[in-house]
């Protein structure tokens, strides 16, 4: 069969159409995607209020030490001197002998400041993420100790190891320019500052109802 | 001392008791006297936005360099060097996240999600090889992306598979697809980038499950050649598609072809199609009636494997948090186990009405059914219209690359003769000059 190679034939006019349609798929689809994108990039994030310090973020992190460590809001925190972030795990046997220290790494420094009062800093080059101190302070002080996940160590993975393990769903996405949710820094004037009010982030995109679904309790809904 | 901490517990029980569930200042913080300083938590920064953006550009470049090299420059050295550049970049380097093929998912959640804003890099990540694939075919599968390239790379001892066991396993890159586009666009899971096999070679950890089938995958590969990409990968299923209306391909030969079988075993993928006989004419009418079945049977497939995907909604859809949760309170309300796991204890010490989470679950539950008819009726729809492919014949009068299937790696150009001369003269032209 003697094909025109230049004309037209019957394969290469459906060829052409073909591609002439592929093209204006993809341009109609750049189009869409592009109103639908944002120019700023997320990163991954804990909210401290809904974290149950759970432990699960030292294991599940894909880093071999995971990127989630311990934060001390030092503007909340008491100074106590039987600290229930510092020393556990049987409040009433405390006694400041370091057999009773909580943290496995012995992440945290204790240092005297003034009388009755200690200074608890967390030294990140030892701190696993395991939360057991976030779980003493949330649950018998004032829970200046929350975990965050550290940009300086956070491989930023599509989707998170643990947020996909995380039993609270305190994982959500972050704008990268305000990229930790710290507790309010300044109890004293009550506000919020540093951090950035869940509603107005855009998260990771689990649907509304998921995402609201260890948030505040609802107001009004008798519980069954 | 002992006194002191009772004093505490008693403070910390009695507030405990008032039924606040968040943290609030049991322990008023103190006035210090000694002009002690408190430190304020060190906040890193994150990469920078313009490494994310630079990483565009290097997809940019590689991805017309790759097609550069395979359509024009034609040597499989070449390719292989930037192939090895890309891996290191894209995999070792930039952990080998994000990927387009985990884009796809972004992709996918942001077209159902109206919430979901997709960054502008990923967009880039997931559009870019598809424009170029339309252009050159799949340049970005030869040399760009790190899991082909890793792959590539261990293939030592390549055997080839009959076209039908090839064609039968690549069903499961379809199915893989299909999922994968139902969970990221319910929310519910990103499960490429969770069973992404070579990702625990480019961060050199994580999870042990994760590395044995990367190891095993890298195994297989030795003697298959590039097993992801052929059989599993999502995206290259696009590609596949696109490659087919590209308007530029991969020749296996500079000039005319003269069918000397050389490259006949030269592709490791099973990419290179022999000329076809005459086509028999007793064989035509045979042909023919078996066409208008299988166009028959087109319908019935995509109802059948929909209704599939239809019923499993109560297995899918547990794939979803929000389900579990729901599954694992009923069974715990209604007493059939007794123990708690934190997630439960964590609803319930929001105190939200187990109702409305049961009536989300079932919400979900629905999306699952509407995502299973769509997923299975794709599914179905690609059977069918793999069996009416194969039922039709293409006429090929040389040997030629397979549009769809060619990953453009560039090991049938030493084959060929007419390449050799074609290189020899070039050389003699420069020497004479």
């Known amino acids: 069969m003697a094909e025109n190679k230049n004309g037209i034939n019957r394969r290469n006019f459906l060829r052409n159409g073909l591609w002439a349609a592929g093209l204006t798929g993809l341009g109609a689809a750049a189009g869409f995607l592009s109103r639908r994108s944002s120019k700023r990039n997320t990163v991954w994030q804990i909210d401290p209020e809904i974290c149950i310090a759970c432990g699960n973020c030292a294991t599940y992190c894909v880093l071999e030490e995971s990127a989630v460590k311990c934060v001390h809001a030092h503007a909340m925190c008491g100074y106590c001197r039987i600290c229930f972030g510092f020393f556990g795990p049987e409040p009433l046997d405390i006694n400041e002998g370091a057999e009773n220290q909580l943290c496995p790494t012995g992440a945290i420094k204790r240092t005297f400041v003034e009388d009755p009062y200690y200074e608890y800093t967390i030294d990140e080059s030892l701190c696993m993420g395991c939360g057991k101190c976030v779980k003493g302070c949330k649950t018998f002080g004032n829970g200046s100790l929350f975990l965050q996940v550290r940009h300086d160590r956070c491989l930023n993975c599509n989707e998170c190891s643990i947020a996909a393990a995380c039993p609270s769903g305190a994982f959500k996405r972050v704008p990268a320019d305000k990229p930790y949710l710290l507790k309010r820094v300044d109890i004293d004037k009550n506000n919020t500052a540093g951090r950035t009010p869940a509603s107005s982030q855009t998260f990771y995109g689990l649907p509304k109802r998921q995402r609201d679904r260890f948030g505040a309790p609802s107001n009004g809904v008798d519980r069954a | ?433």
Not at chain 2, 316 to 333: F, G, M, N, P
């Open chain 2, 1 to 433: 001392m002992i006194r002191f901490a009772y004093i505490i517990i008693a403070t910390a029980a009695l507030l405990f008791s008032s039924g606040a569930a968040s943290a609030f200042e049991r322990f008023p913080p103190p006035d210090f006297e000694s002009g002690y300083q408190q430190p304020s938590p060190t906040t890193p920064h994150p990469r920078q936005d313009i490494y994310e953006y630079i990483d565009v550009v290097v997809l940019l470049a590689a991805l017309g360099l790759s097609s550069y090299l395979v359509l024009r420059w034609r040597t499989r050295r070449a390719i292989f060097v930037l192939m090895v550049l890309s891996l290191f970049y894209f995999g070792f380097w930039r952990k080998g996240c994000v990927c387009p093929i985990g884009a796809i998912q972004n992709i996918a959640l942001s077209v159902f999600d109206p919430d979901y804003a997709v960054p502008i890099v990923v967009m880039f990540f997931f559009l870019l090889p598809l424009v170029f694939t339309l252009f050159f075919g799949r340049t970005f599968c030869a040399a760009v992306c790190p899991l082909g390239a890793i792959q590539d790379l261990v293939l030592l001892r390549p055997i080839s598979i009959p076209e039908w066991l090839e064609s039968g396993l690549r069903l499961f890159a379809y199915i893989y697809l299909a999922a994968a586009v139902m969970f990221a666009a319910t929310g519910s899971a990103f499960v490429i980038c969770r069973y992404d096999p070579f990702v625990s070679f480019f961060r050199l950890s994580g999870s042990l499950n994760i590395l044995i089938l990367g190891v095993c995958f890298l195994f297989v590969g030795i003697f298959i050649g590039r097993p992801y990409c052929r059989f599993i990968c999502p995206y290259g299923v696009i590609l596949r598609q696109l490659s087919r209306i590209s308007k530029w391909k991969v020749a296996i030969t500079p000039d005319e072809c003269i069918k000397c079988r050389l490259c006949e075993d030269s592709c490791p993928f099973g990419a290179i199609r022999a000329p076809t006989a005459e086509w028999p004419a007793h064989d035509y009418n045979k042909s023919k009636k078996r066409l208008a079945f299988l166009i028959l049977l087109l319908p019935v497939l995509v109802f059948s494997c929909g209704w599939i995907g239809f019923t499993l909604r109560p297995v899918t859809s547990r794939v979803h948090d929000t389900v579990r949760l729901a599954d694992r309170i009923y069974l715990e309300e209604t007493g059939k186990v007794q123990d708690t796991t934190d997630a439960s204890d964590a609803f319930r010490a929001t105190g939200k009405d187990i109702k409305a989470l049961y009536a989300d679950a079932l919400d979900i539950q629905a999306e699952f059914g509407l995502g299973g008819w769509i997923a299975g009726g794709f599914v179905g729809l690609v059977i069918a219209l793999k069996l009416i492919g194969h039922s039709l014949r293409h006429r090929r009068t040389d040997y030629e690359a397979e549009r769809a299937g060619c990953l453009a790696c560039g090991r049938c150009f030493e084959y060929c003769p007419k390449e050799h001369a074609k290189r020899k003269l070039a050389k003699e032209t420069v020497g004479k000059s």
